[in-house]
């Protein structure tokens, strides 16, 4: 079966999905409007207003102020969790049953959530920050990537969690959104599998001899 047809159900299904979630939203904010002050929705704006400087970095962690900042953060690894599970679909759909690793899918979808916390923790804090760079340098990941795409699902999971940490969600469902339509994009047309067709052909310059041609 070809993919441009058997891509149908993962769009819908896809696309459906993320529908639901912008109207799960939009019907929690019009059931109950004073809860809009709770959805970590609005952290980008508050990043963009205010004013680089270096000076006001206090040396010290701030802890939040009020219970807001924490029911903003398990909001925030609430929608990072259901915004990474298309995601990992994705990773499903393009990569073969025989090749599917279930620990790095775990991984994809726990790896949000750490990212989130971690943000949040060392908001305006350089002492924390440094302190996070040494024991991410001293523990390291013990294992080794299978294919070059899985670093590609690590940044995306990496991205959503820190969107979730500042409260900037709003950013994370776009990463979502781009990710999971580019790559299936990709995987639907075999970007780069057919290199011989009159138009690659124009522009690199290459024809099926030079394909096997010693460097």
């Excluded at 024991?135 to 995306?156: D, G």
């Excluded at 959503?160 to 047309?189: E, H, K, N, R």
Aim: contains cysteine.
């Amino acid at each position: 079966m070809r993919k441009s047809i058997r891509v149908s159900a993962p769009l819908f299904v896809i696309t459906s999905y993320y529908i639901g979630l912008v109207a799960l939203y939009g019907g929690i904010l019009y059931l109950f409007p004073h809860f809009e002050a709770y959805m970590p929705m609005d952290g980008l704006e508050a990043l963009m207003a205010d004013s680089v400087d270096f000076e006001q970095v206090t040396t010290e962690y701030v802890p939040p102020s009020t219970g807001v900042s924490v029911i903003q953060l398990a909001l925030g690894i609430v929608g990072s969790g259901l915004l990474m599970a298309p995601v990992s679909w994705m990773y499903f759909i393009t990569t073969p049953n025989s090749r599917v690793d279930r620990s790095f899918a775990q991984t994809m979808m726990i790896l949000p959530i750490i990212v989130a916390g971690i943000s949040t923790i060392v908001q305006h804090s350089i002492p924390l920050a440094f302190s996070l760079a040494g024991v991410v340098a001293a523990v390291r990941f013990r294992f080794t990537l299978k294919e070059p795409a899985h670093t590609l699902y690590i940044f995306c999971a990496i991205a959503i969690g820190i969107g979730a940490g500042v409260s900037a969600v709003g950013v994370s469902l776009v990463l979502s959104v781009g990710f999971v339509y580019g790559t299936l994009l990709l995987w639907t047309i075999d970007y780069g599998a057919r290199l011989h067709s009159p138009f690659f052909s124009f522009l690199t310059s290459r024809d099926h001899q030079d394909e096997d041609e010693p460097r």
